[in-house]
């Protein structure tokens, strides 16, 4: 499965992930509607990736009693059943990685699915390279 590996510290606080990934996912550019978030502070000049990690302990799916968040059976990705959802917020305080996003505007969660295998939001990082395409295997 790929993965995304992130880091912060090579991140220039750009936002074309951001754009790159709400315009794959919804069409039009609007950071508050991407999978991935760069937080930045700029009193310390810090930069934080928000992005779902594939996390082994999938906090978010098990903290969804609804049933609208699965695990892909072939490609171990994480899949969001908009019609199941009764936004609770349950997946979204569950995440300790801060990788479930929630879009305030239509009461839902955004969590990264990789784009089914080729991440938007890698694309325009090639220059800084803080995102880039890993493989991992993920357990279900």
């Given at each position: 499965m790929s993965l995304i590996d992130r880091s912060d510290a090579k991140c220039s606080g750009c936002l074309a992930c951001e754009l790159s990934c709400s315009m794959r996912h919804v069409g039009y550019f609007d950071p508050s509607k991407?999978?991935?978030r760069i937080i930045q502070n700029e009193e310390l000049s810090e930069i934080e990736i928000h992005q779902c990690c594939q996390c082994d302990?999938?906090?978010?799916v098990k903290a969804c009693v609804d049933g609208a968040l699965s695990i892909?059976?072939?490609y171990g990705y994480i899949v969001y059943d908009r019609d199941a959802c009764t936004q609770?917020?349950?997946c979204y305080r569950a995440c300790q990685y801060h990788g479930v996003q929630w879009d305030e505007q239509d009461n839902l969660p955004l969590i990264?699915?990789?784009c089914?295998?080729?991440p938007e939001c890698v694309k325009p990082c090639r220059l800084h390279e803080a995102l880039v395409i890993?493989?991992?295997e993920v357990s279900q």
């Open positions: 991407s999978r991935i302990e999938r906090s978010c892909d059976p072939r609770c917020r349950k990264c699915d990789r089914i295998g080729d890993a493989r991992k």
